[in-house]
């Protein structure tokens, strides 16, 4: 049990390859290199502000409520797909 030989790569390369097709892999590459950029820009902005608001809470001495989170908008309902009649089946 230890670390995949360059024919396991191979094999995991492939079978990728099958699954996927040539023509979405570029896709959902460039799409996966966005989620992570998007992921590190808010990780690091959680720091940041995390390490603010430690620092004015711990200067000021006084423990401080957050501001509460924006209001999403409302959901809209969702109207359920029509049912095919089980009646009417023509073939």
């Known amino acids: 049990m230890g670390s995949l030989s360059p024919t396991h790569w191979l094999i995991i390369a492939l079978v990728i390859l099958l699954l996927f097709g040539a023509k979405r892999l570029p896709d959902a590459a460039r ?16 720091q940041s502000d995390g390490s603010a608001s430690s620092g004015s809470s711990a ?5 401080q409520q957050s501001a509460p989170a924006a209001e999403l908008p ?12 089980k009646d009417r089946h023509t073939a």
């Open 59 to 63: 200067a000021s001495g006084t423990t």
């Open 74 to 85: 409302s959901a809209q309902p969702v109207k359920p797909a029509p049912q095919a009649d």
């Open 31 to 46: 799409g996966l290199g966005r989620s992570l950029r998007i992921f590190k820009s808010e990780m690091s902005e959680m």
